[in-house]
């Protein structure tokens, strides 16, 4: 299973970006994915999970900002990550789970989770 991520970069607060998730060997029809995200020094944090039934669900620090899809029968994963504020600056981690998508104090932890390499996100005042 590799998840690969793309979509990171430099904004400035207010502005948007897209963060994408291609997968290759992984059950997407019977897997939740979502985004998680971690600062140096914080814990690991789930901010937005969709699931095979195209449910998805949203932390409270970023709802109504950001916007997780999964088309339907493809390999990929995004997240539209809008109204960016500088304490959005994290490297952000595409992840996969055939059960569900749970805590984790570091991302990339070893376990039952699939992780993709991570790609930066920096917002700048």
């Known amino acids: 299973v590799t998840l690969v991520e793309s979509g990171g970069g430099s904004v400035q607060a207010g502005g948007s970006r897209r963060l994408s998730c291609t997968g290759y060997g992984v059950p997407f029809e019977e897997s939740e994915m979502g985004w998680y995200r971690q600062v140096p020094g914080n814990e690991c944090e789930l901010v937005a999970s969709i699931s095979s039934d195209g449910s998805s669900w949203y932390a409270d620090s970023v709802k109504d900002r950001f916007t997780i899809s999964q088309p339907r029968g493809k390999n990929t994963v995004s997240m539209d990550i809008n109204n960016l504020e500088p304490d959005a600056t994290a490297m952000y981690y595409c992840?996969?789970?055939?059960?569900?998508?749970?805590?984790?104090?570091?991302?990339?932890?070893?376990?039952?989770?699939?992780w993709g390499q991570g790609t930066q996100v920096t917002v700048s005042s």
């Open positions: 992840a996969l789970d055939v059960l569900s998508l749970i805590h984790w104090q570091a991302c990339q932890a070893a376990g039952r989770t699939y």
